[in-house]
């Protein structure tokens, strides 16, 4: 059993790699033929820039593969061994959050390399150094605390019910449910300076679509992102009465009135499908799965593991092997996602009356450009990773003449120079 999960691994490992290597390829092919959407030398500086991380990705995959090795091989067995309390809930507790803070350590050269190499050669980071330490450790702490009190309340469950994984599920079910209302809260207390949007004209523009959609917000909030970051964004966070509307001050700087409107009328379109109830239950389906596989495991695992089976053991496994689940759900989400984006688009135009739909196209075109996005990719890479249609795609489902696509990079030989 263990050399199967070891094989299932190492066999989405190799189909994770592949397909960054085919989107590389087909980069280095279309980067260097007639731009799109973007001036010739921002279409070739976007590509580098999509090459660039998809490479950072593909050496993060194979550190994750090696960590996985580690833990399944001797890693978790050491901390077994080497940590040792007498409350056998500060035990559990312990060794988990010990897998999960030295993961995390192995992680921050990819997250330093990433804001402070890459985002700075390409344009993007406006963060300082002191910045992105006291991000990190305000981060560190979240995840010790929480995350303790979360490891704690499973292993209660583990050790107190028969059924403990369709229990867990509902637990963490719930946890996850909380998250989506406490986000905004959180990020305002802990990240992002939040304020109330001034502008009374653009707050009443926003308050009348919002009211056209029976969205009921607790306020409309300014992000100052820009301190960190240059890209453009907004977030509707929150559930129910926690429910605000958070502009970042980078998309309020390039976008105007109309287009920021567009943006707004998007987002409140997938209010009004039901879109972030929909992606829950999406979410709760690959829970349901991941710990209905996890909760019936045979024995013979943990005696190939040479360890007892105790609650941190299962969570560990279910930690290590929860990318792959998530990997085998994304083409699914992404179907259903790409669908809710059209949906959201078209009421995004229809809430902006004449002309939305090209003010809406105006605001992509925008965020392509602003946001160093290449607007081109290969086919493998959209089905697993694309969460939005390509942005061609829904300038053209918007009426927007976009002219004829080249595809002949997918026809050229692949250069992936990696």
Known sequence: MLMTIVGIYTLYVLISIYVSIMQIGYINQAKVKSAVLLEQSEFYKAGNYAV??????????????????????????????????????????????????????????????EKFVLDEKFGFNKSTLAQYIKDTLITFVLTLVLGSAVVWGIYEIISNFDNWWLWSFAFIFAVVILIN????????LFFDKVTPLENEELKNEIQVLMDK???????????????RDVRLNAYFGGLGKTKRVVLFDTLIEKLTTKELLAVLGHELG????????????????????MFGIFGNLPQSLYLEMGLSEAPYLVMILLLLCMPILGFVMMPIMGIVSRKNEYAADKTGSELGGAGGSIELANALKKL???????????????????????????????????????????EGKCEANI
């Not at 580690?70 to 067995?77: H, K, L, P, R, T």
């Not at 060794?95 to 992680?107: E, R």
């Not at 209302?181 to 305002?188: E, H, V």
């Not at 997938?270 to 799965?289: Q, T």
């Open 52 to 113: 660039a991380k998809e490479k950072m990705s593909i050496l993060s995959s194979f550190v994750d593969y090696l960590m996985f090795i580690f833990w399944i091989g001797m890693g978790i067995a050491f901390l077994s061994e080497n940590l040792f309390f007498e409350n056998d809930a500060w035990m559990n507790v312990a060794i988990v959050m010990g897998f999960i803070v030295i993961n995390s350590v192995v992680s921050l050269p990819f997250s330093y390399y």
């Open 181 to 188: 209302m406490l986000f905004p809260t959180f990020r305002a």
């Open 213 to 227: 959609t029976g969205f009921v917000s607790s306020g409309v909030f300014i992000s100052d992102a820009s301190k």
């Open 270 to 289: 997938h209010f009004a499908h039901g879109d972030i109830y929909k992606n829950i239950a999406l979410v709760g389906l690959m829970l349901f799965a």
């Open 368 to 410: 392509v450009s602003e946001n160093k996005s290449f607007p081109l990719s290969h086919p493998l890479y959209i089905f697993f990773h694309y969460t939005h249609p390509p942005v061609l795609e829904r300038l053209k489902a918007l009426g927007v003449d976009v002219g004829k696509n080249d595809t002949s990079a997918l």
